[in-house]
């Protein structure tokens, strides 16, 4: 059974907006600090967005006031609302969970061992 669940992902032109979802099983999204990675063609895995279990959030530069984090704790997902989208931010995008007591809200990816299987999002111009 899977643990992390992305959707969300689709084509979005420039400029636009887009909202991905991370389902995660309770055992693993309970008081977990929880991450959305990316990766593009040919290039390395880099971090975008984390939030801990308090809510406290953690940006990559090149998504601060653009992108927004969220969790909800009813329903176990964490949300990744993207606005103003560019060429720049299209890859697939990995929902993670670090589980470690009193966690890091980090998005470097070794503080993480729980993945998704990663939904995509292309823009286009």
């Known amino acids: 059974q899977a643990q992390l669940v992305e959707s969300g992902g689709d084509s979005v032109q420039e400029g636009g907006s887009l909202r991905l979802s991370c389902a995660a099983s309770p055992y693993t999204y309970g008081r977990a600090c929880m991450a959305w990675f990316r990766q593009a063609p040919g290039k390395e895995r880099e971090g975008v967005a984390a939030?801990?279990?308090?809510?406290?959030?953690n940006y990559a530069d090149s998504v601060k006031g653009r992108f927004i984090i969220s969790r909800d704790d009813a329903t176990n997902t964490v949300y990744l609302q993207m606005n103003t989208v560019n060429a720049e931010d299209t890859g697939m995008y990995y929902c993670?969970?670090?589980?470690?007591?009193?966690?890091?809200?980090?998005?470097?990816?070794?503080?993480?061992?729980?993945w998704g299987q990663g939904t995509q999002v292309s823009v286009s111009s």
């Open positions: 993670a969970a670090n589980r470690r007591t009193n966690c890091v809200v980090s998005i470097l990816s070794r503080e993480y061992l729980t």
């Open positions: 939030v801990g279990p308090r809510g406290i959030s």
